[in-house]
Structures are given as structure tokens and as C-alpha cells.
């Protein structure tokens, strides 16, 4: 079964430029998680879907994020306008279906450098 | 905050010996994981022990839970070179009603041959 699957790997943009990130969970798991990851700050839940729809985006920094599920097979995180500081690296994560709910499963991850 | 915080943030060992890793917590939890992080890779799951648990087993890996304490210990046994990863303890709150997670920082265990 192919797992979490996230594009692009890597990212390079300039300050001011939008940004999509995209993620495919594994079929049938009906959770969605979108978390980022610093050395500064750890591993950040971002937002997450709960049969595709956003269930708690507190952790989303500000307006300039924002995250969809259009479908059960497929999310976006976008970052417009993009700055420095959302340089990190973002996890899309999946859980739920016939699997142990509280266990996630983690995508490859995108590595974003906002120049 | 209801971060779990690993100790110690970093651990060098040689091969074949045994590795103990602790994490606290601040509130009641439902279950308490782990996870490994190899370098550039995403997390994976490595074993999930529910708050009416005091230990599990899974390969070489030993979980302890203390909800007294509010604290979990992992022990790897036996190490390998294969283990060098980063390793996060998630905790799940009491009542969320949801299967949010909030990872610690992680410790960095550094296996050498």
C-alpha cells in the first residue's frame, strides 16, 4: 500500500511568492493532519480534517495559511505571501480507518526555504 | 502547554548497549506514543501505550507509562546502528474527542559501531 504521499519534496521561493503544498493520505483513513517542523520550535499541528472537514486550525500562524480538503484524497496547505520564517519542513499526516485511530501515519515531508 | 519534553535531548551510545529515553507530560492523557525520525524522513509509529497501561513490549522496545508521575520512558535494548534516529513521545488528551497529538522535541540518540 503506498503510504502518505506529499509534493513537491523541496521548495524554494522568494519572499512574497505563494505556496501550495499538497498531500495524498492513505485511502480510507479519515483524519488529516498538516503539522510543520523547526529546530526552534519542534513539531507544530498546524490543522487537521476529520472526513474532509477542518475540525481545528488553531495552530495555523495567520491569514496568511490557509488549508483545504477538497476530497477524501487530497489536501492543500497554502502560504500566501510566503516570508522567511515559514522556512520548515511540513508534514501531512492520515489516520483513522480500519487502522488504530490514534496512530498517524507521516508522509515524506516538504521542505520549504522561503528566500 | 501540554507538550511532552524528552530528556535528554541528545544520547551517544555504542552498539549493543542499551538506550533509555524519558518523557513528561502536563495533563491527563488518553495514550502516550512514540516515534522515530530518521534524518531528512518523516515520523514513523513505533508503539502506543493507553493511560490503564503501565507497560508494553514490542521487539526490543520497552514503554513504561507513570500517569502519577505524568511520565513514559522508552528503552531500546540491545542497539544498533539502525536506531540512530530522532525519537518523540505524542501524548492524546482526555477528552478530546478527537486523535490530535502533541509531540515533545524529540531526543536525538546517536548509535555508534
Known amino acids: 500500500d503506498a503510504g502518505v504521499i506529499q509534493s513537491p519534496r523541496h521548495e524554494v521561493t522568494e519572499m512574497g511568492q505563494e505556496v501550495t503544498l499538497r498531500c495524498k493520505p492513505i485511502?480510507?483513513?479519515?483524519?488529516l493532519f498538516w503539522y510543520r517542523q523547526t529546530m526552534m520550535r519542534g513539531l507544530e499541528l498546524l490543522i487537521y480534517f476529520n472526513n474532509n472537514v477542518p475540525i481545528d486550525d488553531s495552530g495555523m500562524p495567520e491569514d496568511r495559511f490557509s488549508a483545504k480538503m477538497p476530497n477524501a484524497s487530497f489536501s492543500t496547505l497554502k502560504i500566501q505571501p510566503s516570508e522567511p520564517r515559514d522556512s520548515a519542513v511540513y508534514f501531512c499526516?492520515?489516520?483513522?480507518?480500519?487502522?488504530?485511530?490514534?496512530?498517524?501515519?507521516f508522509g515524506p515531508g516538504t521542505r520549504l526555504l522561503v528566500l | 502547554s501540554q507538550q511532552g519534553e524528552e530528556d535528554p535531548q541528545a544520547l551517544s551510545i555504542q552498539e549493543g548497549e542499551n538506550a533509555t529515553m524519558n518523557c513528561s507530560y502536563k495533563t491527563s492523557i488518553n495514550n502516550l506514543q512514540w516515534y522515530r525520525q530518521n534524518s531528512g524522513r518523516g515520523l514513523v509509529h513505533l508503539i502506543l501505550?493507553?493511560?490503564?497501561?503501565r507497560e508494553k513490549h514490542s521487539g526490543r522496545l520497552r514503554v513504561t507509562l507513570d500517569t502519577s508521575k505524568k511520565s513514559s520512558s522508552l528503552l531500546i535494548t540491545a542497539s544498533r546502528a539502525a536506531d540512530t534516529a530522532s525519537y518523540f513521545c505524542a501524548t492524546a488528551y482526555s477528552g478530546a474527542g478527537s486523535y490530535q497529538l502533541t509531540f515533545g522535541k524529540g531526543t536525538k540518540l546517536s548509535v555508534i559501531p
Open positions: 485511502s480510507g483513513h479519515d483524519y
Open positions: 499526516a492520515s489516520s483513522g480507518g480500519t487502522t488504530i485511530k490514534e496512530t498517524q501515519y
Open positions: 501505550i493507553r493511560s490503564n497501561e
